[in-house]
């Protein structure tokens, strides 16, 4: 994965009294945030960056899934109830598309 667990926790400003609890779960988040990046990108990141001879992984790339594992984290329901909902300028999609193998058809 290219976040760790305590890039998250840091991202979510959960300080150390916070412990462990959540570990397991925030770990889960990561995996699955990533997974989705590479879906929307068309490519495995650690494939394509971080290796040798390979550039490093984009920090942007590495934002995007902080961002997502971080939302998936503080909202843990399919719906949002009660707020309006909207997309983050600058948000995960920008940063991917910035990134995405395009093709023509």
């Given amino acids: 994965m290219i976040l760790s667990l305590e890039e998250l926790k840091a991202q979510l400003n959960l300080t150390d009294d916070f412990g462990t609890a959540d570990d397991a779960l925030l770990t889960r988040k990561i995996a699955v945030a990533q997974d989705h990046l590479e879906r929307m990108l068309g490519y495995k990141v650690e494939a394509t960056y971080g290796g040798v001879d390979q550039d490093p992984v984009p920090p942007a790339l590495i934002e995007a899934v902080a961002l997502l594992a971080g939302h998936l984290y503080e ?31």
């Fill in 75 to 105: 909202n843990r329901e399919g719906t949002l109830v009660g707020v309006s909902a909207q997309e983050l300028p600058l948000g995960v999609w920008d940063i991917v598309s910035g990134y995405r193998e395009w093709t023509c058809g």
